[in-house]
């Protein structure tokens, strides 16, 4: 194996670029004649527009255009929707409710986007922005998800009514009461899930370019799947056809499935620059990013855990109220229902599980699929009923989760999930050791001593990423395949580039996937090129997400590389007039086997592209396609370990410790997947200590800057130890299993357990920030 190969520590290639500044971002992008575009956004959670008056922002200076939603329909511009269809338990589909790019008759969140000004510079267009003058009639609100289902509660879409967009359910209720009727103990708990801003580096930004002498439309934007933008864009939204249409999505920075979707400002530039006849660019400000971009979680959850004598669980009955905001987004509707039920059953052997999911709008900014996306909020859960299960119980939290672990595999959950493989036990037994678990009682007396407070939690996940397979998904509602592409092109001079429809915004694509071209033919990776991002140029594939890069796209390349590695031997055998059977490609050469007869890598790629000396009926160069539909979901799981102290003066609260020992399959390169489990950790700490999303009653965001929205920084955080077992996926050519969530997922319970066993209490709401926790302590004094 060469040393930059499979399973090698290879530093980013991308990273270079990135730490001298030389990225190329959507804000960096200049087109001839661009100008700018401001959005004119309600200050109202809930109103209906009485006027529009633009004739003041028309005459400021610089103004090209102010356009407004009744011009946006008049064109023929498409509402956005939800792309996955769910059925409440009746039989009736979602309720999904209108959502025009710009708003024109009513406006369902503060944010919502009414009118867009296009002028000559940012300034003049945001300074027009304020001049428009639109009258409201406000209405009366409602943020809280169970509050929206009361007959009190504000109606916001006329489709739906009493706010419900489903009532859904999976699994047998009839066996999870009996379960529960049986049981020797029942532990029962409120789960609430708080709602987050993803937050990525990079605001959201688009420019739209509509070329009048070709009658073409280009959109830079900051997507994390470019083609399913121009999918939607041109088969739904009607804003240009799709073969006009040319989207492309440079560096991206970060996204964590915030830039999945399609929002309104990619339609209304696009739009905009036919209308206006310029190319027009917007990029949010991060006030802007925390009103409108996707936010995350907000479940309200009850659940029931039923054991027999033996400890041993019998039934999970779960109720759930999902908070969808103002309008259903793009993948909305499948994050509590398909990505969050299908995996309660975690890494236990439960026979019964009935979950019950009702999704309801509010007047807040669209949720949809944030970091982990269901998982997330399906092992929170879970993770912290077993913990107060195991102090009900009075036993180790660590042994009644080993009594319940699925040991036999494939493993049929009873919610539609097939385990393929996995030893749960390995990873529970890596991250004991790595925490020192058993030296806990003493370290818990020195805190004492000094005066503070120490626990210790764990968290067993397991998460179903890879999504997969098309013809599953789509029976289940999915509006997409969830397959991938791949494009292996071996050039005249023997430099490789592989154009993949997996996009990269952060995850290392241009190191790993030239890793993979490097093991198989042995050239280096400064040699191969990695093409992703663009609809003109990377053949049509879904983009990357729920960790499906390596599961899906790197399974793409693998089949791609098979075709050309087979063209390339049959080409090296005719020259060295041996037998195809025995050639092997060693060290960028292609060999006979057992001799000293060779011909290299450039060599055999040269002669594929001359055509002088081909086998008989051989067509001229070498690049091969794939498209790869994976035939189940990869399932990573493992172990966190979380230790705390908390001052009890202050409520201040202390990550002394973080372990996180994971099962990923085989990995491409240690040192990226544990970047990505140190990243995912980060986030999941930061949603359990510091963020969360406030509304006040009125529908205002009173978290709309860092000024009020705590994200976690250095100091807030402990070195983590980290460290992989491996069962290799049996369901995809790498046996790789996918690395970019479980940070996120296995985390939070991880830290509530410690913090909950440190104060001696059974639950407390995240963010656990100082003044809560301070607050817990005193409780448990009175």
Same mark, same amino acid.
């Given at each position: ?123 003049? =267009? +945001?300074?027009?922005?304020? $001049? ?5 009639? *406000?209405? !009366?609100?409602? @943020?809280? /998800? #169970? ?81 399913? =933008? +121009?999918?939607?864009?041109? $088969? ?5 056809? *799709?073969? !006009?249409?040319? @989207?492309? /999505? #440079? ?532």
């Amino acid at each position: 194996m060469g040393i930059e190969g499979v399973g090698a520590r290879v530093a980013r290639k991308e990273d270079k670029r990135f730490i001298t500044g030389a990225g190329r971002y959507v804000d960096d992008m200049v087109v001839p004649g661009m100008k700018h575009a401001a959005f004119v956004r309600s200050p109202h959670a809930h109103a209906e527009i009485k006027k529009i008056d633009v004739k003041k922002a028309q005459a400021m200076p610089g103004v090209i255009g102010v356009l407004t939603g009744k011009e946006l329909k008049a064109d023929g511009i498409g509402n956005l929707i939800c792309g996955w269809m769910i059925h409440s338990k009746d039989g009736s589909p979602m309720k999904m409710g209108a959502w025009s790019p710009l708003a024109f008759d009513r406006v369902r969140y503060v944010g919502d986007a009414v009118v867009v000004v296009v002028a000559e510079t940012k300034g003049q =267009a +945001r300074d027009a922005a304020e $001049a428009v003058d639109i009258s409201y009639e *406000e209405l !009366k609100a409602v @943020v809280d /998800a #169970p509050k929206a289902l009361e007959r009190s509660a504000p109606q916001i879409h006329p489709e739906a009514d009493g706010n419900l967009i489903f009532d859904w359910e999976l699994g047998d209720s009839a066996a999870t009461n009996a379960a529960i009727k049986a049981a020797a103990h029942i532990t029962r708990m409120k789960i609430v899930n708080n709602r987050l801003v993803p937050n990525a580096m990079e605001p959201r930004a688009a420019l739209g370019h509509y070329d009048k002498a070709e009658d073409h439309y280009t959109c830079w934007t900051t997507s994390q799947n470019p083609h399913l =933008a +121009r999918l939607v864009m041109s $088969a739904f939204y009607n804003v240009a056809p *799709e073969n !006009k249409l040319r @989207v492309i /999505a #440079p560096d991206v920075g970060g996204g964590f499935g915030s830039k999945i979707y399609i929002y309104p400002e990619e339609i209304v530039c696009l739009w905009a620059s036919k209308k206006t006849g310029v190319p027009v660019k917007w990029v949010a400000d991060r006030t802007e990013s925390f009103l409108t971009d996707a936010h995350g979680r907000d479940h309200v959850s009850t659940v029931e855990m039923a054991f027999d004598k033996d400890n041993r669980i019998t039934g999970l009955k779960v109720d759930t109220i999902a908070n969808l905001g103002a309008y259903m987004s793009l993948f909305s509707s499948c994050v509590p229902t398909y990505l969050y039920a299908t995996l309660l059953s975690g890494q236990y052997d439960i026979p019964a599980i009935h979950a019950n999911v009702r999704a309801v709008y509010t007047n807040t900014a669209p949720v949809d699929a944030y970091r982990g996306a269901g998982r997330p909020e399906a092992t929170y859960l879970l993770e912290r009923t077993m913990e107060t299960a195991a102090r009900e119980l009075g036993v180790s939290p660590a042994e009644l989760r080993r009594k319940n672990f699925i040991t036999s595999f494939p493993h049929q959950t009873p919610v539609i999930m097939n385990y393929d493989a996995g030893d749960y036990a390995a990873s529970l037994d890596a991250a004991m050791a790595a925490a020192d678990y058993a030296g806990f009682a003493q370290r818990k007396a020195d805190a004492a001593n000094r005066g503070k407070l120490r626990g210790i939690g764990m968290s067993c996940y397991i998460e179903a990423c890879g999504l997969a397979p098309s013809a599953a998904v789509g029976s289940l509602g999915a509006g997409v395949g969830l397959w991938e592409s791949a494009e292996v092109r071996v050039n005249a001079a023997g430099t490789i580039e592989v154009l993949t429809g997996s996009h990269s915004h952060g995850q290392g694509h241009e190191t790993t996937f030239a890793q993979l071209v490097n093991q198989r033919f042995g050239v280096p990776i400064d040699s191969v090129s990695i093409v992703h991002g663009d609809t003109d140029k990377v053949q049509m594939g879904m983009g990357t997400y729920g960790s499906r890069s390596g599961a899906v796209g790197m399974s793409a390349v693998v089949k791609a590389l098979d075709k050309v590695e087979a063209k390339a031997k049959k080409i090296a055998a005719h020259l060295l007039e041996a037998d195809e059977g025995d050639i092997v490609i060693e060290n960028g050469a292609l060999k006979v086997a057992g001799t000293d007869k060779q011909v290299p890598w450039f060599q055999m790629a040269l002669a594929a592209y001359t055509a002088h000396n081909l086998p008989g009926g051989m067509e001229p160069g070498l690049k091969e396609t794939s498209f790869y539909d994976p035939s189940n979901f990869t399932f990573p799981a493992g172990c966190y370990v979380c230790e705390v102290e908390i001052d009890p003066e202050t409520g201040v609260t202390e990550v002394v410790q973080f372990v996180a020992a994971d099962d990923f399959g085989n990995i491409i390169n240690p040192m990226i997947v544990e970047g990505q489990v140190h990243g995912g950790v980060a986030q999941g700490i930061g949603q359990a200590l510091l963020e969360g999303t406030r509304y006040d009653a009125s529908g205002q965001l009173l978290t709309a800057s860092y000024m009020d929205y705590a994200m976690p920084r250095a100091d807030d955080l402990p070195s983590f130890k980290v460290s992989t077992s491996n069962t290799p996926c049996p369901g995809n050519p790498l046996g790789i299993k996918g690395c970019g969530e479980a940070g996120a997922i296995g985390s939070p319970p991880a830290v509530i357990n410690a913090i909950t066993d440190a104060i001696g209490i059974t639950d407390i709401a995240m963010p656990a920030s100082p003044s809560t926790v301070w607050a817990a302590i005193r409780a448990t004094k009175h």
